[in-house]
């Protein structure tokens, strides 16, 4: 079975008034063909960047993508629309990805008509069958993006993304423009599809517990770079990197009595600015158990206890830092 | 740990209603909802967006969204006075100096044209009664204090000059200036990377216990109400569906919305993985009065009375903290008692 | 479009009204001359009285209304089209083709547009554009010196549209250029452009009048309001009607015009909430408050 993405040496640097931006620099990636993958991190370590860049939103300053075995940039430029009907995206805010001027039925079958597919009969009865997969009433058809609440938008999105019945789905945060109670509905969704339509799904997230939750893997990132990445459940009962231990830490529990006293990790600072990452290990300038060949040379990903691979000089296969 | 305390309230809201009008929609935000809390206590008011939790709570102080013609009735009480019936000018004096309110995005209170040091030294200049010369001391130990590294080349620094985690210190600092009785926090950490949310609830909490004051802390996420809190109110469509201690709110939820809100929100340190549940439907619209629970249309134990009768808040549980719950059919089902 | 102030319409539709129904309004042809009649006051023959070659001017009036409307139609649908195709262009393409096109248009802007007309109209006198005849030179000059405006507006939308995300939605899609301007971005721009326009009339029929007023535009004895000022003027202290009848013919469309686009603006600011507004509001709330009530009872 081939996987379903492959990234290697994926670099996308941006040029600005402030100076060049290493959004991703150097990521090797790799999703299974019908995986539901997590890519977490905090604001500023290339998550999006990077979900972009595997669809090709973002053209990529170096390195390949490689998707269900194709060049990425030579398919989408030979057969535009078969890699549109393969590979399909989710955008974090669902009412800005829909014209606030076509109604929900326009949305849906905007898709259907850029492809030709079917006659307009057809194409209604497709939208209808969408509906249904997204849990929508036919009543939303008529209405305007901007009159749904925030869950239908995205149940919207959801359903135009599916249109074209993708192999591949990427999502850039669907989930933090909703409310608690909502969001859970929706990552229901995304699990549910995933089973029944038999989707590789590419999640980028910030809310771990979720992540956890439904992603089958997952890869942390930190400053335009993979810090550690592994079987979710495996990865997230021991974290081999000291940034993702942090990064769970920094989780509160719901649970109050847990919450007095469990210890927890508090870093110092904000993470710096993906405009000059620090010389050696990125994580270096926070990172509570740094040694000194940690701020000379950058440590490579390599195999940690939970059976993934994390990017630390104090991990490997038999011990990791714990801080 | 119960950081309770047994002073009486030093905020306290009852019955309030705030009616918003555009020229299209008119909107119940709050109907017939209230709160208090006092001194060297943390208060989370829970609720999705559309709840109304701000505005209950900022909407006494005369904080409300702008372009709206607003309708608030009720009672409000700050340490005793009626705030309701102040004028503008004494409402504006309380909410510089007794109420020191953060928001969710910190560049809307500092001003971008003025250094952080300034704006920070004019408030304890105006609202703690400093002279010129130690309100610049006050301002730098009011950085130093809220976690900012180097608070005298900081105090030189203008708005856009600060990271995110910074800027929310700073105006965490700014709030602190005029020496407030209640802090209130309206979303502080929903903007922020998760590493920086755990430092600015840390140091939220750390304020909190060395001036004994009251915070009043306004958000959805359950994971910072579990962190802060001493008590909860949950709200719902404008209306108080449960309330009580933290412990007694998160662990042993009793209102139908309150337990699904909690379990739509998975804990990954717990190893019994059920799955996320979920709540059914959306919120209702709040444009129309209808009688009855709030929460009738999504509650799997809706009955017939609920969409007729408004279910009034009684008193579950005899602990030190008083626990309401407004729903008498899990309190029925389940042979809880009232305590009034 | 609830609060709409729908009043100020009137004179615009009166006007465009008239323009389109103009021959069955009229009461004599604008054209015929009666020496038996020369600059005569209202009569129940002649509603405005006569000018000096005892023409009806209730007539010419009302002739004077098609004229108008007519040019000005012709001029803002090619002004509009030449300007929403090149600032589309423009913003759709970018980088150097964008430069320069955005060049052109700011240098057409920098001068007052019926500057540029008076030039080109000076340009067309010459023999090289002797087939055309005075009324087009008119259309054309006048529409060289309007679409710029148009371009400029074009592309402002088609910028800010592109940046959108629905628009990266629909290059996900597999959509292609061609569809991504005509489904999204063309309604956008036409939305704005057209009613730009329409509050743009008015200045355009009172250039059209100047034109015609200084002798460039309509040829007599094509009725035309521009014109009938001039004529009017040696004439203004037998008759001094003849000035003022379509002075203020001109004067109600264009304010007319302009107040269009004022409430087109001031559509966009809803600042209605006042004390009134909100009394009556509040009514209706009590009302619903007072039918909930009695279902709980």
Wanted: include cysteine.
């Amino acid at each position: 079975m081939t996987d379903a993405i492959v990234a290697k040496g994926l670099k996308v640097h941006f040029q600005t008034a402030a100076g060049l931006v290493r959004a991703v620099d150097g990521v090797d990636l790799t999703v299974a063909q019908g995986a539901f993958h997590g890519i977490v991190g905090e604001s500023g370590c290339g998550k999006t960047t990077l979900a972009r860049a595997l669809i090709g939103l973002q053209s990529a300053t170096e390195g390949q993508v490689q998707i269900l075995g194709r060049d990425r940039s030579d398919w989408a430029r030979s057969d535009r629309k078969g890699f549109a009907r393969a590979v399909q995206f989710i955008f974090q805010d669902p009412l800005g990805s829909m014209s606030r001027r076509q109604t929900v039925g326009q949305t849906l079958e905007e898709p259907l008509q850029i492809h030709s597919v079917g006659d307009a009969k057809a194409r209604r009865a497709r939208v209808a069958e969408l509906l249904d997969l997204v849990a929508l009433p036919a009543t939303v058809l008529d209405r305007l993006p901007r009159s749904l609440s925030g869950g239908q938008r995205q149940r919207v999105s959801i359903a135009r993304a599916l249109a074209l019945s993708p192999q591949v789905l990427i999502c850039d945060e669907p989930l933090s423009a909703l409310d608690v109670s909502v969001r859970a509905q929706i990552v229901n969704l995304f699990a549910r599809l995933q089973a029944q339509l038999g989707l590789t799904i590419v999640i980028v997230a910030h809310d771990l517990a979720i992540v956890r939750e439904v992603c089958s893997a997952v890869t942390v990132m930190y400053l335009g770079r993979v810090a550690e990445e592994g079987v979710a459940k495996a990865l997230f009962a021991d974290p081999a990197h000291p940034y993702s231990q942090a990064l769970l830490s920094a989780v509160p529990s719901p649970d109050p009595r847990i919450e007095a006293t469990r210890p927890r990790i508090l870093l110092a600072g904000d993470p710096p600015s993906p405009r000059n990452p620090p010389p050696g290990c990125r994580f270096s300038t926070r990172c509570p158990v740094v040694e000194p060949r940690c701020r000379e040379t950058e440590p490579a990903l390599r195999a940690v206890q939970h059976g993934g691979a994390a990017a630390c000089h104090l991990a490997d296969a038999n011990i990791h830092a714990m801080i | 740990m119960s950081r309770h305390s047994q002073n009486g309230p030093i905020y306290e809201v009852e019955g309030l209603v705030i009616d918003l009008y555009t020229p299209t929609v008119s909107v119940r935000a709050v109907d017939g909802a209230g709160f208090y809390v006092a001194p060297g206590e943390t208060l989370a008011i829970v609720g999705e967006s559309g709840s109304g939790k701000t505005v209950m709570t900022l909407g006494p102080l005369g904080l409300l969204p702008e372009g709206v013609a607003v309708d608030l009735r009720g009672t409000a009480r700050a340490d005793g006075k009626d705030i309701l019936s102040m004028s503008p000018t004494d409402l504006s004096r309380l909410r510089g100096g007794f109420f020191g309110v953060i928001f969710q995005d910190p560049m809307s209170a500092l001003n971008p044209m003025l250094k952080i040091g300034p704006q920070l030294a004019e408030q304890a200049r105006r609202f703690a009664g400093l002279s010129a010369e130690e309100a610049k001391k006050e301002a730098v130990s009011l950085l130093a204090r809220s976690g900012i590294p180097d608070p005298e080349d900081r105090y030189d620094r203008y708005p856009h000059e600060l990271s995110g985690g910074m800027l929310q210190r700073a105006m965490i600092a700014l709030a602190l200036a005029a020496r407030p009785r209640v802090l209130i926090a309206d979303e502080p950490t929903t903007a922020l990377d998760a590493t920086v949310q755990a430092q600015i609830l840390a140091l939220i909490r750390q304020i909190q216990k060395e001036d004994g004051i009251a915070v009043i802390l306004i958000t959805h996420d359950i994971g910072a109400v579990s962190v802060l809190a001493d008590r909860v109110a949950v709200l719902y469509a404008g209306q108080v569906a449960e309330e009580g201690s933290a412990i007694d709110v998160l662990t042993a939820p009793v209102h139908p919305y309150t337990r699904g809100l909690l379990a739509s929100v998975p804990d990954f340190r717990s190893n019994n993985a059920t799955g996320t549940k979920e709540i059914p439907g959306i919120p209702p619209n709040q444009a129309q009065l209808e009688p009855g629970c709030r929460f009738a249309d999504r509650c799997e134990l809706v009955q017939p009375q609920c969409r007729t009768h408004r279910p009034p808040l009684v008193k579950v549980g005899a602990g030190p903290v008083p626990h309401r719950v407004a729903c008498p059919v899990v309190m029925a089902a389940e042979g809880i008692v009232t305590h009034d | 479009m609830k609060n709409w102030p729908w009043a100020i319409l009137a004179p615009a539709v009166i006007f465009v009204l008239i323009g389109i129904f103009s021959p069955w309004i009229m009461t004599h042809d604008p054209a015929a001359q009666d020496y038996g009649a020369l600059l005569q006051g209202p009569s129940g023959a002649h509603w405005l009285g006569t000018d000096y070659l005892g023409r009806d001017m209730f007539s010419r009036i009302i002739g004077g209304a098609r004229t108008s409307l007519v040019a000005m139609a012709f001029v803002l649908m090619a002004a509009l089209a030449i300007g929403v195709v090149i600032g589309s262009f423009a913003g759709y393409v970018g980088g150097k083709t964008e430069l320069v096109l955005i060049s052109v248009i700011d240098i057409a802007l920098a001068l007052p547009s019926l500057v540029i007309a008076l030039a080109l109209m000076g340009v067309f006198a010459g023999e090289n554009f002797s087939w055309m005849s005075d009324y087009w030179k008119m259309i054309v000059a006048l529409t060289l010196a309007w679409w710029a405006n148009y371009a400029r507006m074009s592309r402002a939308v088609v910028v800010a549209e592109l940046q959108q995300p629905y628009i990266e939605a629909a290059r996900v899609m597999g959509a292609s250029h061609i569809w991504i301007f005509t489904r999204h971005i063309l309604p956008h721009v036409l939305g704005l452009v057209v009613v730009y326009a329409s509050a743009d009339a008015g200045a355009l029929v009172l250039a059209i009048a100047t034109l015609s007023f200084l002798g460039l535009g309509v040829a007599p004895p094509t009725p035309e309001w521009g014109q009938m000022l001039v004529d009017g003027m040696s004439y203004i202290e037998e008759n001094p009607a003849l000035v003022i009848i379509p002075g203020l013919a001109l004067t109600a469309v264009v304010v007319s015009f302009n107040l269009l686009g004022e409430a087109f603006a001031l559509q966009k600011v809803p600042r209605a909430v006042r004390g009134r507004f909100l009394a009556r509001k509040k009514a209706a709330r009590a009302a619903e408050e007072a039918a909930r009530k009695e279902v709980e009872a």
